[in-house]
T-cell receptor
């Protein structure tokens, strides 16, 4: 299961499939973009970040893509696992010590 | 290394009261930020402290205030509580608070105003 282009508030994905979570950011001058994962009852947990002068960055099972032309950010999760079920937030910062968060996408992994 | 800790985890207050929430950052981190999380507004930035000084503030009324101590621990205070202040209050710490510094979040304090 994947959603391309549009931000969706929820995403249901089959275990083992790849997931794509989209985010539209607001400020073309933002310098850093970060993805956080929030599980029920916990605070947001850092996943991966990307600087504005990059368009792709990879981590362990995750890839972040940045398209500055259309102010779009995406998080790709490979081989989605049950433990990936959570709310995912993108955030942007202008190097002014604060994060501006997107609305979040709730990912549910089906067994 | 211990993570960000917040106390208390849960709090119930009534309208008009005031409340103080506490945050202990990761050891060595000097920047502490506070966020409010609600279902309707999502995660919103309250303020950020570094070396006991507030460097940035979000769009919240003056009833919301904070401070930071010399050991980097931080408190936030909300006076004259309103029903709309019910939220999860999150604290995040980072080394210097710069964009390149990862912000690590605590578990939050769930405030309910009756």
């Amino acid at each position: 299961g994947e959603s391309v282009g549009l931000h969706l508030p929820t995403l249901s994905v089959q275990e083992g499939d790849n997931s794509i979570i989209n985010c539209a950011y607001s400020n073309s001058a933002s310098d850093y973009f970060i993805w956080y994962k929030q599980e029920s009852g916990k605070g947001p947990q850092f996943i991966i970040d990307i600087r504005s002068n990059m368009d792709k960055r990879q981590g362990q099972r995750v890839t972040v893509l940045l398209n500055k032309t259309v102010k779009h950010l995406s998080l790709q999760i490979a081989a989605t696992q049950p433990g990936d079920s959570a709310v995912y937030f993108c955030a942007e910062t202008l190097n002014d010590y604060k994060l501006s968060f997107g609305a979040g996408t709730t990912v549910t992994v089906r067994a | 290394k211990a993570g960000v800790t917040q106390t208390p985890r849960y709090l119930i207050k009534t309208r008009g009261q005031q409340v103080t929430l506490s945050c202990s950052p990761i050891s060595g981190h000097r920047s502490v930020s506070w966020y409010q999380q609600t279902p309707g507004q999502g995660l919103q930035f309250l303020f950020e402290y570094f070396s006991e000084t507030q460097r940035n503030k979000g769009n919240f009324p003056g009833r919301f205030s904070g401070r930071q101590f010399s050991n980097s621990r931080s408190e936030m205070n909300v006076s004259t509580l309103e029903l709309g202040d019910s939220a999860l209050y999150l604290c995040a710490s980072s080394f210097n608070g710069r964009a390149a510094d990862t912000q690590y979040f605590g578990p939050g304090t769930r405030l309910t105003v009756l």
